[in-house]
């Protein structure tokens, strides 16, 4: 089934690109780990690691060598949310370890902030709930997750853009001051929306003039019925995707990829 499926979809294709999501012997509980995979269908292999050097050598190393038992080729490494900072050192050392295997580096790709955030549509689908507001904002990314039980007062002496507000639904001081700092801001200055997003927690759910506020000022917004621990343990455990309908993910993932990978090394023999 496996090679018939490749054989339909590749037919009409300039190339098929199959992807292992996970390591090399992912599969192997019944005998198709992703090297048998690729050895079935006659591909060569290009294996994708988190950038760094020694601990993104040593999982190379693993899956190299599964790839070589089953007699699979690997044709090139991309290293993938490297840390600007040590880009230089591992362009340098990278290839040398590699010049053994004789497999070349193809890509280099920068950690991006915004390929890292999660959208308002993100956390709906985590939490399994609808918006309560701003639909219209649902792709909206946020640079900091910032969970809130303190004062009105301390509240307001920090307030930044691009921030994801966590409160408990009964917090209707918080959630008011969160709408009207939107809507003052928007006033006052030309594009001054702060483009923040409200998350409220707790059993028992918003009233409804806070529901109401919330959809007036068209403020992306989620009502999650579980605790505040078990919120953010959910946000801490969760991994933003790039999805087909975030247009601002992909423009920046093809950027990327478009600027730090050698489509010559992938695309050649």
């Not at 591992?90 to 290839?95: A, F, L, V």
């Not at 915004?114 to 689908?125: K, T, W």
């Not at 998350?199 to 605790?227: C, D, F, N, Q, T």
Request: hydrophobic share 45%; glycine share 8%; charged share 20%.
């Amino acid at each position: 089934r496996i090679c018939a499926s490749f054989a339909e979809i590749s037919s009409g294709a300039d190339f098929t690109v199959v992807e292992g999501t996970g390591h090399s012997g992912v599969g192997s509980i019944i005998d198709l780990s992703n090297a048998d995979v690729a050895r079935l269908l006659g591909l060569d292999a290009v294996l994708v690691t988190t950038g760094g050097i020694g601990s993104a050598f040593d999982q190379l190393a693993l899956n190299w060598l599964a790839f070589k038992a089953a007699g699979v080729r690997v044709r090139a490494v991309i290293l993938n949310r490297v840390l600007p900072e040590k880009r230089e050192m591992i362009m340098e050392y990278i290839p040398k370890a590699l010049a053994k295997w004789g497999i070349p580096l193809a890509g280099c790709i920068p950690f991006s902030p915004l390929l890292d955030a999660p959208c308002m549509d993100d956390l709906r689908n985590l939490f399994g709930v609808p918006l309560i507001g701003g639909e219209q904002h649902a792709f909206r990314h946020f640079h900091d997750e910032r969970l809130v039980g303190t004062s009105l007062a301390l509240y307001r002496e920090a307030l930044n853009a691009r921030e994801l507000i966590i409160t408990h639904a009964s917090r209707d001081d918080l959630i008011m001051a969160t709408i009207e700092d939107e809507l003052l801001s928007r006033r006052s200055h030309p594009n001054g929306d702060l483009e923040r997003g409200l998350l409220l927690v707790g059993h028992l759910p918003p009233s409804p003039a806070v529901l109401e506020a919330i959809r007036r000022a068209e403020l992306p917004a989620l009502y999650a019925p579980v605790s505040s621990y078990k919120a953010m343990q959910m946000l801490a455990g969760f991994t933003a995707k790039i999805r087909s309908e975030d247009t601002d993910k992909v423009s920046r993932a093809v950027s990327l990829a478009r600027s730090n990978v050698d489509f010559d090394i992938l695309c050649g023999n």
